[in-house]
């Protein structure tokens, strides 16, 4: 493919230098992709006004090349995962190491544990050694067998870690704050003048990443919470005034929430970061509240974690990763129902459901598993032929390779898109519950 660049503006992914050598995937007759196919960026009518140059960005489709950077026998592959737990992270382990080891027969892939903490020397967290053997059930399981941790550790050290098992690839598995460690140790390896390419998975369960369709996790939170409201709707059923209340993962983005509520249209209500609501009458959602209670006996809350942190007050700690620690919403929620309906002499019945480490630590399901497998497989696709300070995912239903520097600001639910328009319909819960005209 040869774009016209007055129409397309083509995305490269960094590379560490030509690809010399023949890739053994040949002799399993693999087809082979080119850095000369591309996909382009999703774009709809209202954008091409935004935009100063070409109307369509383009980016390179993720794939096996069939000439490599590193030549397998001597290349040593690394593994860490960072930040909070999420389902198909032992999936994607696994399918980097059988990928490695196997498709292209590495020379070997190292596990670092405990996250960045795993590539600092002081911590004395020896890799494991990890092969198609000790990786082959890991993906039954949730967690990480490589375990994890938080916080950024020093740029410097964990490069002489790398260097000092003679790393030639890592593989970063975590969200923001690994993310942005990704792109620290590149500069580093950049700054040394190593060959080492440094590639990001991103796993992040509230599906936030700008330009990436889906991250992994995604669907199996939304599958654990459709079972958990079930419950908190047969609890609200079951009492006078019966109100069931949960809260799902989402700092700063809606999306669990949201798609649990169309998935489970037993929801009357869905909060989210990306809606600012009040509790007050007489537009607050507390009266709105009273009036589903009036109608119908009982009510069915779902509100993500990020949802109302305009109604507390006060400095936010921050947690090792720099990230804030949100105040709890679901308590608030519950303390405020409560005091309500008692200054209204109402009877209620208020279970509270936070479902949100049974749903971290569950195995992925069937789609995610797929998911993982291909973001593992083409991440080492990547890697193998050179790319570096990229990502690997999901986009208008393929998967790209996506350099570091395009990942922007988080990936938020619109309140004119389809997906709340489709809440609004489902839930039946007004389109404003604020006191603003």
């Known amino acids: 493919m040869n774009p016209d660049e007055s129409m397309f503006r083509i995305v490269p992914t960094e590379t560490l230098g030509p690809c010399r050598y023949d890739s053994p995937l040949g002799a399993m007759r693999q087809r082979f992709y080119t850095d000369g196919e591309w996909v382009i960026r999703r774009t709809r009518s209202h954008e091409f006004e935004e935009l100063e140059g070409p109307p369509f960005e383009c980016f390179e489709r993720s794939g096996a090349r069939e000439k490599l950077y590193f030549r397998p026998q001597d290349t040593t592959v690394g593994i860490v995962t960072c930040g909070g737990l999420c389902p198909g992270i032992n999936d994607v382990i696994r399918a980097i190491t059988f990928a490695a080891a196997e498709g292209y027969g590495v020379k070997q892939v190292l596990g670092f544990q405990y996250g960045y903490e795993g590539l600092v020397a002081k911590y004395y967290h020896r890799p494991i050694e990890l092969n198609p053997d000790n990786t082959d059930d890991i993906h039954e399981k949730g967690g990480s067998i490589l375990k994890s941790s938080r916080g950024p550790q020093d740029t410097g050290e964990i490069v002489d870690t790398l260097q000092h098992y003679c790393v030639d690839i890592l593989f970063a598995i975590g969200g923001d704050g690994t993310m942005r460690g990704v792109r620290d140790i590149h500069d580093e390896i950049a700054r040394r003048g190593l060959r080492i390419s440094v590639i990001g998975v991103p796993k992040t369960i509230d599906n936030d990443i700008s330009l990436v369709e889906r991250t992994f996790g995604y669907e199996t939170a939304v599958e654990s919470a459709w079972s958990t409201i079930t419950s908190a709707h047969a609890e609200a059923k079951g009492y006078r005034n019966g109100i069931g209340l949960v809260k799902l993962m989402g700092r700063d983005s809606g999306w669990i929430a949201a798609s649990t509520a169309l998935a489970n249209s037993n929801v009357n209500f869905c909060l989210i970061p990306e809606v600012p609501f009040d509790l007050e009458p007489p537009n607050g959602f507390l009266e709105h509240l ?130 709340w328009q489709s809440v609004l319909q489902a839930t039946r819960q007004p389109a404003d519950m604020t006191h603003e005209e």
């Open 290 to 419: 009273r009036r589903r209670l009036m109608r119908r006996a009982h009510a069915v809350i779902v509100v993500a974690e990020g949802a109302g942190q305009n109604l507390f007050e006060g400095e936010y700690e921050r947690d090792k990763s720099g990230n804030k620690r949100l105040h709890d919403i679901g308590v608030l929620l519950q303390e405020q129902i409560e005091r309500f309906f008692a200054e209204q002499n109402t009877e209620i019945n208020l279970k509270y459901f936070d479902p949100s480490y049974l749903i971290r630590s569950t195995p992925a399901n069937a789609n995610d598993s797929e998911y993982c497998l291909r973001l593992g497989h083409n991440a080492v696709h990547a890697a193998m032929a050179g790319k570096t300070n990229c990502i690997v995912g999901l986009h208008c239903g393929v998967l790209v390779n996506l350099p570091m520097p395009m990942i922007g600001e988080r990936k938020r639910v619109d309140p004119n898109g389809w997906t």
